[in-house]
């Protein structure tokens, strides 16, 4: 897109679909045929970011799973909903999940497309997630074995990682094995310091407990061990016929910590052991201190395939994918108090409990007995598409895709809790069609004011068996008045059912939860249940998206960005809000407190909102640049700037020879329309018979010579030199972020000290940054995120009390070395060769975001170590590739 750019500015007319040579015509028009990449995806939509193997190299990942956590800040999309991973492609076809690709070596990568989410259309997905297209070599093979550790600067916490991949591609067939084993370590409050985490406000903690024992027996982090193992194959069936299939195991097992058997009593002060004339709250503790535990255990199979081919200029593509998850969790519940309880009531000397006996009193509480929940779940889906040019308009071709698809989806849970079980299924039906129209091209008709201009529509219809009919429809408009910039509009109107987790998951109970509590100002130690709620309602959005592209031709690097989101939920199925005062009127159900008025139960099932309101602007810049120079080689002059050598990523080769030695010329009247004979007289002569370039005429392709200038390809008999560097910062702004529960409850601001989450209301402001550096094997990769403060409001009532969250800022940096660049290095040690070290530091400042209420104190659960437990994270690894 940049070279055609450049040479429509030189006066120079370009052919995206050529055979890569230069030509002039008889009026001594020059044309420009450039190659397009095999496995490009063809669409009238700029890529948002392109990055060819030199770029990839400077990220210094270690998978394509790497690459995209990598690009996350610059890749996300949607439509303002904070949608998940984006679409992903291999050679511009569909896959059948992620797990096709994630654990593919990025030097088997040879170019990266990053496109809008409006592409998403035509391979028969919603307009609401970027596409990724991975485009990769034709020949690879490759060995690799990679070790890593990481620890909490803080101590208490690490991490280790054991992973190997093999990956070979020959002619037809791709090859990709992965295992891996990263197990962690657990990490307890003692070890970060947290302060009478099971005592709450006013509490005396009775026995030989310390508070510092009590940090001992829970756990901010669970320990683990996961385990997955994957495998892909792809092979071509036919010439235009491509199959792959995968299939994967995962298992993971936690073992998370909730404290002791303790509870929280009343010590009345007619009983005749009160130290006072008040009645007292106490805290005691089993006999022998045995913390409450939970083990939960995941095991996992997952398989998929996807079959692509091409039919008469349609592409065609089956895709299908299965699961089966089985989840096993083992919960301690609390003793049984009520006979304490008893006893401390009592006034009679002989009948009443003596509070302050120590250990002897939780001599007469049984041991702790466990919640068994179970559940296992299926899913399998299958699509298919197919998309292609029915006709053809003077502005240029009518692409068309039309898509169905079927998904199934099973639930059986149960729990000792409820002792019931719970079965449900949903099977979906889905079809969809997309159109995208060109109305005008620039430079001809009326798209010489205008510019190019094209719409696009899609209309979709889901049938749920449990949910009926629902339908999704949109349109929108893109725009291209100058080379670079690009406007584009929006809309999409969706109807969504709730998730099959959110209506049935099983009903868990967690003891021990610390949480402040906004209503009375003080810290509680409570029992949170989680679980599905059959109550839920299907979901209504509307979204509008504008947005505005632009990359300065002649700028090299730059680029600029801007979106407008408005989005409007009607029946918003969502986890159940942080709790505060409003909250708690809005569903009194759900809040459990004692006699005193103390919180001691939390439901926190998902409930829904009758109306959820969210406007936001995101814009930011971006600039990348290659520096240094190497040795030329034989070719006569550096040669065009393009991705390979120098230029912005994303830029292809230009044809050097001809098209650079000739002076610029006059461009002749467009003859022919497009899609049929376009340049039609330019082209004729030249196509049956090109003229060789002097490049050609030495035996070489004409693409060659422009590989041998900027930017660090080998030249004759020199080495590599040369690299880049990039910088990027993105900034959004909320503008409303409301919610309405119901009619005739007072609607949350949460921009105004309202919040549906412990991390306190919506921010403002946040800003997304970093940049990278590399050159000659050496690399550096910088990234960080702020988050402007919140205040969220407390109840007007004496003891309550606001809670603010100050700004927080983190950085990570990335420092790498590919050993192997080095070849001197190589020569005296050859295991090195293939070989990378890297440093990872995640949040180098130490950044943790403060909270405190009016008085400035801290409450319990906002303690820095709950807040971020991890912190600073250092973590090493070696790479070795064979």
Not at 445 to 463: F, H, P
Not at 694 to 720: H, N, T, Y
Not at 851 to 866: H, M
């Amino acid at each position: 897109m940049a070279c055609a750019q450049e040479a429509q500015q030189e006066g120079i007319k370009t052919e995206s679909e050529s055979d890569g040579t230069d030509t002039i015509d008889d009026t001594g028009t020059i044309v420009v045929r450039a190659e397009r990449l095999p496995g490009a995806v063809i669409t009238p939509y700029e890529a948002v970011l392109e990055l060819n193997p030199k770029d990839i190299a400077s990220y210094g990942v270690s998978s394509v799973q790497d690459l995209l956590t990598a690009l996350e800040p610059q890749t996300g999309g949607g439509r303002g909903r904070g949608s998940g991973r984006p679409v992903v492609l291999i050679n511009s076809q569909p896959v059948s999940g992620f797990r096709e690709l994630r654990n593919i070596p990025p030097e088997a990568i040879r170019q990266v497309q990053v496109l809008p989410e409006e592409v998403a259309l035509q391979f028969g997905y919603s307009a609401d997630q970027r596409v990724i297209n991975f485009i990769l070599v034709e020949s690879f093979s490759s060995l690799v074995l990679e070790l890593g550790h990481g620890l909490s600067t803080a101590g208490g916490y690490g991490v280790s990682e054991y992973e190997a991949t093999y990956t070979k591609f020959g002619k037809g067939s791709r090859l990709n094995l992965n295992v891996e084993y990263e197990p962690r370590t657990a990490l307890r409050e003692s070890e970060r310091g947290i302060v009478q985490s099971d005592i709450a406000t006013g509490e005396t903690l009775v026995g030989d407990i310390s508070p510092q024992d009590v940090g001992a027996y829970r756990t901010l982090i669970a320990a683990s061990d996961p385990v997955k193992a994957n495998a892909n194959y792809s092979m071509n069936l036919a010439p235009d016929t491509r199959l792959s299939f995968n299939a994967a195991y995962e298992r993971n097992e936690r073992r998370s910590l909730f404290g002791l058997n303790s509870a929280g009593l009343l010590v009345p002060a007619s009983n005749p052991f009160a130290r006072g004339t008040d009645d007292e709250t106490i805290r005691i503790f089993t006999a022998e201190p045995r913390p409450l535990t939970r083990v939960a255990r995941n095991d996992s199979l997952l398989g998929g395939f996807a079959l692509n081919g091409n039919l008469s200029g349609w592409r065609w593509s089956l895709t299908g994918d299965a699961s089966n998850v089985k989840q096993v969790t083992h919960t301690d519940t609390r003793a049984d108090f009520a006979a304490i309880r008893a006893g401390l009531a009592e006034t009679d000397p002989a009948l009443a409990i003596d509070p302050f006996a120590g250990s002897d009193l939780g001599l007469l509480l049984p041991s702790a007995s466990a919640d068994l929940a179970q559940s296992e779940t299926f899913t399998g889906s299958l699509l298919a598409s197919i998309s292609g040019v029915p006709l053809k308009l003077p502005a240029g071709e009518v692409r068309a895709t039309f898509s169905a698809g079927y998904s199934t989806f099973s639930l059986d849970s149960e729990d000792s809790r409820s002792a019931g079980q719970t079965s449900l299924g949903r099977d979906q039906g889905r079809i969809a069609a997309n159109i995208e129209v060109p109305l005008f091209e620039r430079g001809y008709g009326a798209g010489k004011i205008l510019g190019d201009v094209s719409l696009n529509g899609n209309l979709g219809y889901r049938e749920l068996s449990d949910f009926g009919g629902l339908t999704k429809y949109g349109f929108g408009v893109t725009w291209k008045p100058l080379g670079g910039l690009s406007l584009s509009a929006t809309s999409i109107n969706t109807e969504s059912a709730p998730s099959i987790s959110q209506l049935v998951s099983p009903v868990i109970v967690t003891p021990n939860v610390p949480i402040f509590d906004l209503a009375t100002g003080q810290n509680a130690i409570v029992n949170i249940t989680t679980g599905g709620n059959p109550l839920l309602l299907a979901e209504r959005q509307r979204d509008l998206k504008f947005a505005l592209n632009y990359r300065p031709p002649k700028t090299g690097g730059l680029g600029f960005f801007a979106e407008y989101y408005r989005n409007r939920s009607f029946d918003d199925s969502a986890g159940f809000p942080a709790l505060s005062p409003e909250i708690e009127a809005a569903f009194p159900g759900r809040v459990t407190r004692n006699g005193a008025g103390q919180l001691v139960a939390l439901d926190r099932r998902p409930v829904t909102f009758d109306r959820v309101n969210s406007e936001r602007v995101r814009y930011g810049i971006s600039f990348s640049k290659s520096f240094g120079r190497p040795p030329q080689g034989r070719g006569r002059g550096r040669g065009p700037r393009s991705a390979d050598n120098g230029g912005p990523p994303g830029t292809r080769p230009q044809q050097s020879g001809v098209a650079a030695a000739q002076p610029k010329p006059r461009q002749t009247p467009r003859q022919g329309k497009p899609g049929g004979e376009k340049a039609k007289a330019a082209t004729a002569d030249t196509a049956s018979s090109p003229q060789k370039t002097p490049q050609q005429a030495r035996g070489r392709p004409p693409a060659q010579s422009a590989r041998r200038g900027r930017g660090g390809r080998r030249g004759f008999g020199g080495r590599r030199r040369g690299g880049r560097w990039s910088v990027y910062a993105f900034h959004n702004i909320a503008i409303d972020e409301t919610i309405l529960i119901r009619p005739g409850v007072p609607e949350l601001d949460l921009l105004g000290g309202s919040a549906t989450g412990s991390n306190g209301g919506a921010s403002r402001h946040s800003v997304n940054f970093g940049g990278r550096w590399f050159n000659n094997g050496l690399g550096m990769r910088v990234s960080g995120n702020y988050r402007s403060g919140t205040r969220v409001e407390g109840a007007d009532a004496l003891g309550a009390s606001d809670l603010i969250f100050d700004d927080i800022a983190t950085v990570n940096v990335r420092f790498f070395f590919n050993m192997g660049s080095r070849e001197k290095l190589v020569k005296k040690v050859p295991f090195l060769k293939g070989s990378r070290v890297s440093l990872r530091i995640n949040n180098i400042l130490g950044g943790i975001q403060t909270v405190r209420d009016e008085s400035g104190e801290t409450p319990l659960s906002y303690q820095p170590g709950f807040v971020d437990p991890r912190g600073r994270f250092v973590e090493l690894n070696l790479r070795k590739r064979f």
